[in-house]
């Protein structure tokens, strides 16, 4: 009584597969078309993760870097009485960017005028001084405490004038202060670097404490784009790959978020362009395309067409002389179908149905021993 091959148990099928392939490669399973049907080994084309010929295409957004934002704000307490910036302007280091009315500032100002007089009469008096001392008319000793009481003098003025240079005051307004004695009660301020203005929270009329932000600038130069990328997408992409940009060069990815953002279901991905010039600008929406690790395209294949053996994995590609096993390194995600990277093409015929019996064959014909 003859038993059709389709019959046997699996073990049994694996048991004439492995035999039937005695001269093959290592990684080559010799079978016939018959032995594939009779064992039930059904295969899938293996797919590209690329969209066309152009690669995974992300989406994401130009922002500035967290070390690149600075903060204009105020020295003094007062109202802003006017706004001379818009946001998302260029602005200069110097360029004025509020007017303020403080009381305080006044106070400053004629606190510095009072030790400006006292430090100029204390060294009229230190010069009167050392004279009579000369003509032998007074001690030593008072003009050492003329000299020690001009020191003080000078010093008491130097750290309001300095006061009033971190409150926005210029030199030339100090000077004309000496000059006229007229106390000025508005101070403008201005940003400290060159940059783009991203926010401005004021409005003319507020009350503003000393220290209260104004408004923020992002300094020129650096630019991260943040993109968002779904889960099969960002399974591929590696800390170091290379993005095509739309129409700005490239760029490289230096950070990919840990953890899922819950508004989209997606992650975070940063890079930085390869070249800074003013082509990309705040804010922008931008394109880009995932060229991989070293150019390296991107494979899908179903979950279950992977084989493990060791610590490697592998796949099983049909070609004329049957099977062969192709190592693949699968990407982290866990999503279905896996992105694979290896010795795998899109179109490739890929084993999912029958690997029991594939694999059988496969450790039999020079594996040192089941995994």
Known sequence: MSLQVRHLPALVVTALLALSAQAATPDQITLTTEQIKNAGIETLPAASTTSGSGGTVLAGTVVAPTNAITVVSAVVSGVVRQIHVQSLQQVQAGTPVATLFSQPLMEMQRDYLHLAIAARLAQDKLARDENLLKEGIIALSRVQDSRGAAQQAGIAAKERHQALRAAGVSDAAIRALVSSNTLSPTVTVVAGVRGTLQEITMTPGQRIEAGMPLATVSKDGARWIEFQASRQQAALIRTGDMLQLAHCGSAKV?????????????????????????????????????????????????????VRHGDAAFVFVRNAAGFAAVKVVVAAGGADPVAVTGKLVAGNPVAVKGLVALKGAWIGLGADGAP
């Open 254 to 306: 230096i950070a990919i978020s840990g953890q899922i953002t819950s508004a989209n279901q997606s992650t975070l991905v940063r890079a930085v362009p390869t070249v800074s010039d003013d082509c990309l600008k705040l804010n922008e929406f931008i394109e880009a395309t995932h060229q991989g690790a070293a150019g390296a395209a991107g494979i899908r294949v179903p979950a279950g067409a992977i």
